[in-house]
């Protein structure tokens, strides 16, 4: 049996059909990817996307939509705050081509409310070049330095400001600050003459106390007791190191004060001799006055402690009037034998001895006796005070000479300033007066003086 050739199995026909069919196909092919080439072409935009600081918030149809959001946010930051602001961050915007992505306006102004902040133009105060606080204008550093200037003005009508000098260059530069940042005129003010506290060591010497510490810098006790949490109560030690908490101001005014004052001018003592006084006496004659003189001088403080005075005019609007005194030259005509009698008229009882008792000193002897007893002169001399003398009570002293004697307590005296007496003559009565707990007479032996060192009086007499 014969097999057919290739040539005879392929029918004419069939070959036909195949061959249109697959150019058919290709054309079909060939008409959608142009229908879906065209339907993504008309489906895809360019957009604008926005970043801040590098991350980005979404994307807009158009690119002065950012400009026209952030002049919105500007403006209602520029109202919350009263001046104008600038943004923080940096917003950038980017033509990008996204397939099959939505712009979304209301999302990026959201997000750029929610993510951007503002600080406004300012003026930096510096002191020397160091930055020290922002204020917001140019006018207000202006009025800094006007209240410095006028930190220290004198309080006191007969003081006027001559002369005022900052130690160190206030000046300002331009800076951008938080709104919340910014320092008011006051605050500052008081910044840079305050400035910062300074810690200082104080060793502890004889005779220092937390007081007198204190008071020599200007301090108070607690405060030291705060910056020295070692000490107890208020015991310190020499040599126990004490820490200083001292104000360091930022800046340093120096004022020159124009101070008038009137001051005293001591009066001169002229002195007359008297034949009719004793030379134990004296009386003043004519009362000594003051005189008066303006001087002026100029102060110069620093942060308002005085440093240096300088006296640049005087003038005298009152002479002083001399003080006249009036000595005695008669010799007394007794001076006195260093010998002494009892001074109480009848002999009386010691109630109180001389020497220390109940933690003080008793200068002399107590002798009580009825009240009224006659009281003696206990050695010749001249009563030098008689009458009211204080805790002594109604007194008698008398000068002998080298020595001096004290009758105190009297309920009566009967002798005057400058008398001379004689050994055992009257002078007074026994009383109870000044501060005395009962009837009794104080006697006193002193030298040298009214007031000289005392002695026993049981030294020259037996009672």
Known sequence: ??????????????????????????????????????????????????????????????????????????????????????????????????????????????????????????????????DILPVATEKEVDKIIELLA??????????????????????????????????????????????????????????DSLWKIARDYDLTVETLKEANPHISGDSINVGDEISLIRPEPLVNITTVERMVVEESIPFETRYTYDSNMWRQQSKVVEEGILGCKEVVYHVTRKNGAEISREKIQETVTEDPKDQVIARGTSDIPSRGSGSFIWPVKGGGRISSGYGWRNGSFHAGIDITSPKGTAILASDSGVVVSQGWDGAYGLSVVICHGRYYTRYAHNSKNVVTTGQAVNKGQVIAYMGSTGRSTGTHLHFEIRTGGKYGPSTNPLNFFSP
């Open 1 to 130: 049996m014969q097999l057919p050739s290739e040539e005879s199995s392929q029918h004419p026909v069939k070959t036909g059909v195949a061959r249109c069919a697959c150019i058919l196909l290709l054309i079909l092919s060939v008409c959608l990817l142009c229908s879906g080439l065209n339907y993504h072409i008309r489906h895809t935009r360019y957009f604008y996307a926005v970043t801040v600081n590098g991350c980005e918030l979404g994307l807009l149809s158009q690119e002065d939509l950012l400009e026209e959001m952030l002049d919105n946010l500007q403006e209602e930051a520029a109202l919350y705050y009263g001046m104008p602001v600038v943004v923080v961050e940096e917003v950038n915007v980017e033509k990008v081509l996204r397939p099959w992505e939505e712009d979304n306006a209301e999302k990026v102004y959201s997000q750029l409310r929610q993510m951007l902040s503002y600080k406004i133009e300012a003026r930096m105060v510096t002191v020397d070049g160091r």
């Open 150 to 207: 006028g930190a220290y003005l004198p309080q006191k009508d007969n003081v006027s400001l001559e002369k005022v000098q900052i130690g160190e260059v206030i000046s300002s530069r331009v800076c951008h600050v938080h709104p919340e940042k910014l320092c008011d005129v006051e605050t500052l003010v008081s910044v840079l003459l305050r400035g910062t506290d300074r810690k200082e060591i104080y060793l502890v010497s004889r005779g």
